[in-house]
């Protein structure tokens, strides 16, 4: 089934902890984004890619790095987690200019 | 560069009347418009879109909008609103012809009452 998803669903880690989100889609998208997400608040692109290869910064400035080897697979990454990271981040991935975005389930980060 | 407002933070409405969440949005060129809703420690669920066409458009869910070229507004509706309805919604704005790049609105947080 064509889907997006991704893992961990919730994460609590110490301070300066290195990290990785995964996010993985089966659609076969050229497009994938990563957004942050305060609960309840709106969404701060971070990290898009229109391919393999390709990455780009977003609007909102962040610390955390992403990578694009493969088409279905978008990892972001960060070296030293700190608590102003604590936050959900959600995945999305579009193929057509006229398609909308889907979303995975998001990725609820807790640093302490 | 593309815009979108959501102009109403909170809408609450009683189970079984009419429910309006508005958007408004700026671009340059012509837009593609879209509704999504989140529900609590999940991902944006896509609702329906508009490209070209009937201005009244039909979704999941029971969900419609209507695309006002004039007023630069696409406002999503629901004849009678549920209170699993209740969730937080989004709308969001490609401009097609410029960097294709899709912009969020800030979300309205939607409360149907029993």
């Known amino acids: 089934e064509a889907d997006i998803y991704q893992t961990p669903r919730y994460l609590v880690i110490g301070t300066g902890k290195k990290i990785t989100l995964e996010c993985s889609q089966t659609m076969g998208h050229d497009k994938m984004y990563w957004y942050q997400q305060d609960p309840g608040m709106e969404l701060h692109l971070i990290h898009y890619s229109y391919g393999v290869n390709s990455t780009e910064k977003g609007d909102l400035s962040s610390e955390s790095t992403v990578s694009r080897i493969r088409t279905e697979h978008f990892p972001l990454t960060l070296e030293s987690a700190r608590p102003s990271h604590t936050s959900q981040y959600l995945c999305?991935?579009?193929?057509?200019?006229?398609?909308?975005?889907?979303f995975g389930p998001g990725t609820r980060l807790t640093v302490l | 560069a593309q815009s979108v407002a959501q102009p109403e933070d909170q809408v609450n409405v009683a189970e079984g009347n009419p429910l309006t969440v508005k958007c408004t949005y700026s671009?340059?060129?012509?837009?593609?418009l879209f509704w999504y809703v989140q529900y609590p420690n999940r991902g944006l669920q896509f609702l329906l879109k508009?490209?070209?066409?009937?201005?009244l458009v039909k979704g999941s869910y029971g969900f419609e909008a209507e695309f006002n070229k004039s007023q630069t507004s696409f406002h999503l509706k629901k004849p009678s609103a549920l209170v699993s309805d209740s969730a937080l919604y989004f709308c969001a704005v490609r401009d097609i012809g410029n960097n294709n790049d899709m912009r969020f609105g800030a979300g309205t947080r939607l409360t149907v009452k029993p």
């Open positions: 508009y490209i070209t066409g009937d201005n």
């Open positions: 671009v340059s060129g012509n837009p593609y």
């Open positions: 999305a991935s579009s193929g057509q200019t006229l398609q909308e975005q889907f």
